[in-house]
């Protein structure tokens, strides 16, 4: 039995042109949104799709070949869809503690700056009153700007008025109003927010596309798709409103357990329990029975029914588990493809010593690393995790965000 690197591999040889046309007709109906980053998992048998963030960061993580790459592609999607702007301007999360994040921040203005745009970084912090400089991780330094809003035109407080908006905020307590009827694009748009976006609608989307790639291409879709049902209005405060939860994961492990048993597979399936809207790895659990949702402690459940700046969780998605074979340092990783323009530019691992093999790895004690990058002179320098293959995860990923962009609301 062929493992699905192989197979996409095989695929990706023989039949290329058949594999481009598909994606240029699946393009044709839907163009991907300005950036994305996909978090995959990777059994060996199986690789999927487990999050897709429309207002990624990390760009700091990225090898210096794939940040060449990725300012190659944002120059070629400026010409595309803005050839006259020439001013940008960087919307980013109200991190403030978050030092790794300013360098993500440092390196995103970098890339639009090698694209041909002046950039400066705004904030949509209402308590930032006046320009402030922060010390990313690396040591450099960043500036934030205080907004303004002028008859619809959003500016700072010096008169530097952007042509666009880059958004690197993920909105998920809502469109705050000074983002309300803004002249100006804000890219990727702000109602993409995950203050209204739902992964369950997302992964209905992917699973679409996966099952026609599938079929065209005589794979198994199970191999690059992970099951997954939504819960509307759960408490997680209420014991009584877990029922939703408790058949929902029974309907997914037997779904799982038969396709164990038909590719002889001997681990036992597992579940997680995502919030249907949010990151930063908020609001997930891992079960491998519907009893452990209705045992769980009031702690559990308390931590289970916030995310991301004290927002209730209200919706979740059930998501069949895969199992990680990948590893960085002995400790289990996943891989994250960056892409631009739907286009894959390069890749991090996400490892967690704290963390095994089944368990969600974007939670306390995560590092990043390099992922294999296609530069020989990079390869001294950054990690290359066993059986690495960028352009098969690359792939999967280009269905990911192609499923993105079909997401209606």
Same mark, same amino acid.
């Given at each position: 039995?062929?493992?699905?690197?192989?197979?996409?591999?095989?695929?990706?040889?023989?039949?290329?042109?058949?594999?481009?046309?598909?994606?240029?007709?699946?393009?044709?109906?839907?163009?991907?949104?300005?950036?994305?980053?996909?978090?995959?998992?990777?059994?060996?048998?199986?690789?999927?799709?487990?999050?897709?963030?429309?207002?990624?960061?990390?760009?700091?993580?990225?090898?210096?070949?794939?940040?060449?790459? +990725?300012?190659? /592609?944002?120059?070629?999607?400026?010409?595309?869809?803005?050839?006259?702007?020439?001013?940008?301007?960087?919307?980013?999360?109200?991190?403030?503690?978050?030092?790794?994040?300013?360098?993500?921040?440092?390196?995103?203005?970098?890339?639009?700056?090698?694209?041909?745009?002046?950039?400066?970084?705004?904030?949509?912090?209402?308590?930032?009153?006046?320009?402030?400089?922060?010390?990313? +991780?690396?040591?450099?330094?960043?500036?934030?700007?205080?907004?303004?809003?002028?008859?619809?035109?959003?500016?700072?407080?010096?008169?530097?008025?952007?042509?666009?908006?880059?958004?690197?905020?993920?909105?998920?307590?809502?469109?705050?109003?000074?983002?309300?009827?803004?002249?100006?694009?804000?890219?990727?748009?702000?109602?993409?927010?995950?203050?209204?976006?739902?992964?369950?609608?997302?992964?209905?989307?992917?699973?679409?596309?996966?099952?026609?790639?599938?079929?065209?291409?005589?794979?198994?879709?199970?191999?690059?798709?992970?099951?997954?049902?939504?819960?509307?209005?759960?408490?997680?405060?209420?014991?009584?409103?877990?029922?939703?939860?408790?058949?929902?994961?029974?309907?997914?492990?037997?779904?799982?357990?038969?396709?164990?048993?038909?590719?002889?597979?001997?681990?036992?399936?597992?579940?997680?329990?995502?919030?249907?809207?949010?990151?930063?790895?908020?609001?997930?659990?891992?079960?491998?029975?519907?009893?452990?949702?209705?045992?769980?402690?009031?702690?559990?459940?308390?931590?289970?029914?916030?995310?991301?700046?004290?927002?209730?969780?209200?919706?979740?998605?059930?998501?069949?588990?895969?199992?990680?074979?990948?590893?960085?340092?002995?400790?289990?990783?996943?891989?994250?493809? /960056?892409?631009?323009?739907?286009?894959?530019?390069?890749?991090?691992?996400?490892?967690?010593?704290?963390?095994?093999?089944?368990?969600?790895?974007?939670?306390?004690?995560?590092?990043?690393?390099?992922?294999?990058?296609?530069?020989?002179?990079?390869?001294?320098?950054?990690?290359?995790?066993?059986?690495?293959?960028?352009?098969?995860?690359?792939?999967?990923?280009?269905? +990911? +965000?192609?499923?993105?962009?079909?997401?209606? /609301?």
């Amino acid at each position: 039995m062929l493992k699905i690197l192989d197979t996409i591999k095989n695929l990706t040889d023989n039949r290329l042109d058949e594999v481009e046309e598909w994606f240029a007709n699946a393009r044709s109906i839907s163009e991907p949104y300005f950036y994305t980053s996909v978090d995959l998992r990777h059994s060996g048998l199986r690789l999927a799709p487990v999050d897709t963030n429309l207002f990624p960061a990390g760009f700091n993580n990225l090898s210096p070949a794939a940040q060449e790459r +990725a300012s190659l /592609y944002i120059t070629r999607y400026l010409q595309d869809h803005y050839p006259k702007a020439k001013k940008a301007l960087i919307l980013p999360e109200n991190h403030t503690r978050n030092l790794a994040y300013f360098d993500n921040l440092a390196v995103l203005m970098s890339l639009l700056e090698k694209s041909g745009l002046e950039t400066r970084i705004g904030s949509i912090n209402p308590e930032l009153g006046s320009p402030q400089k922060f010390t990313a +991780a690396s040591g450099s330094e960043i500036t934030q700007y205080p907004l303004v809003k002028n008859h619809g035109n959003l500016l700072l407080a010096d008169g530097y008025t952007p042509d666009i908006i880059i958004l690197n905020n993920d909105l998920t307590p809502g469109i705050p109003e000074i983002l309300q009827q803004v002249n100006q694009p804000l890219i990727p748009p702000a109602n993409m927010g995950w203050f209204r976006r739902r992964k369950s609608v997302h992964f209905a989307e992917y699973k679409k596309l996966a099952k026609n790639f599938s079929e065209k291409f005589s794979i198994d879709p199970w191999l690059i798709c992970a099951s997954s049902h939504q819960c509307g209005m759960v408490d997680f405060k209420d014991k009584n409103s877990m029922e939703c939860l408790a058949q929902s994961i029974d309907e997914i492990l037997e779904e799982s357990r038969k396709k164990h048993k038909e590719y002889a597979i001997e681990s036992e399936p597992y579940i997680y329990i995502k919030a249907d809207s949010g990151t930063y790895g908020m609001g997930i659990m891992t079960v491998k029975s519907a009893g452990e949702v209705l045992e769980l402690n009031k702690k559990e459940r308390n931590k289970m029914s916030v995310i991301k700046e004290g927002t209730q969780v209200s919706e979740v998605i059930i998501q069949e588990g895969i199992e990680t074979i990948d590893m960085v340092e002995n400790s289990p990783a996943e891989p994250m493809v /960056y892409m631009i323009d739907g286009i894959p530019t390069g890749g991090i691992y996400r490892f967690n010593s704290q963390r095994n093999m089944q368990n969600n790895l974007n939670a306390a004690g995560m590092s990043f690393t390099g992922m294999c990058d296609e530069s020989e002179d990079e390869l001294g320098k950054w990690k290359k995790v066993k059986n690495c293959n960028f352009h098969a995860h690359g792939l999967i990923a280009s269905i +990911a +965000a192609l499923a993105a962009a079909r997401e209606k /609301y």
